[in-house]
């Protein structure tokens, strides 16, 4: 069974960092891209991202460019999300999501991960 | 960008009901388009791709239609386990682009 597991909840002042992981099973992780995609409170859904494990290919939507990191580790099938300064404005769910094999539509999603940033 | 505009935002219907959710895009996305739902607390749900191609598993009262910009989702009988949020994602360009969503709601 194709899953992708996300790393838990997680509570942070503004400023911090974080990194958030997804991990791919059930399938060959190297050759899928990996997307990523916010929701914020109440909203709809926003395309961060996305990630080929296999080189790193990483690509972002240009509103995300350079306010957040997409990376990944082939060898431990994870994609990973990651800040260096947290905002409130960060506040969300962040889902990662498989694509599918030749179209950018997305088969498998994660569970989500809640990222709540408050002083 | 391509902009993706659902409708309605909000739709209350009963149990048996015919559904129709509409997503319009702001250029012509050929038949690029496919459709999630999501309940609450959980991940969105792959239902549609390519306009009208059943995703396997998804049950066969749903259905998609259309092309170029305008494109329907319809329900045939609402069931209650579908009473959740709907979106639809261009994939014809990118930045890949999502629709509002239209929550389907209990009458």
């Known amino acids: 069974e194709v899953q992708l597991m996300q790393s838990g909840t997680e509570v942070k002042k503004p400023g911090e960092s974080l990194k958030i992981s997804c991990k791919g099973s059930?399938?060959?992780?190297?050759?899928?891209?990996i997307a990523w995609v916010r929701q914020m409170p109440g909203k709809g859904l926003e395309l961060m991202g996305v990630i080929y494990p296999g080189d790193s290919d990483t690509r972002y939507t240009p509103s995300f460019q350079g306010q957040v990191t997409i990376s990944a580790d082939k060898s431990i099938n994870t994609a990973y999300l990651q800040w260096s300064s947290l905002r409130a404005s960060d506040t969300a769910i962040y889902y990662c999501a498989r694509r599918a094999e030749t179209y950018e539509y997305f088969v498998t999603w994660g569970q989500g991960t809640l990222v709540t940033v408050s002083s | 960008d391509i902009q993706m505009t659902q409708s309605p935002s909000t739709l209350s219907a009963s149990v048996g009901d015919r559904v129709t959710i509409t997503c319009r895009a702001s250029?012509?996305?050929?038949?690029?388009l496919a459709w999630y739902q999501q309940k609450p607390g959980k991940a969105p749900n792959l239902l549609i791709y390519k306009a009208s191609s059943l995703e396997s598993g998804v049950p066969s009262r749903f259905s998609g239609s259309g092309s170029g910009t305008e494109f329907t989702l319809t329900i045939s009988s609402l069931q209650p386990d579908d009473f959740a949020t709907y979106y639809c994602?261009?994939?014809?360009?990118?930045?890949?682009?999502f629709g509002g969503g239209t929550k389907v709601e209990i009458k």
């Open positions: 059930g399938y060959s992780f190297s050759t899928y891209w």
């Open positions: 250029q012509s996305i050929t038949r690029w």
């Open positions: 994602q261009q994939y014809n360009s990118n930045p890949l682009t």
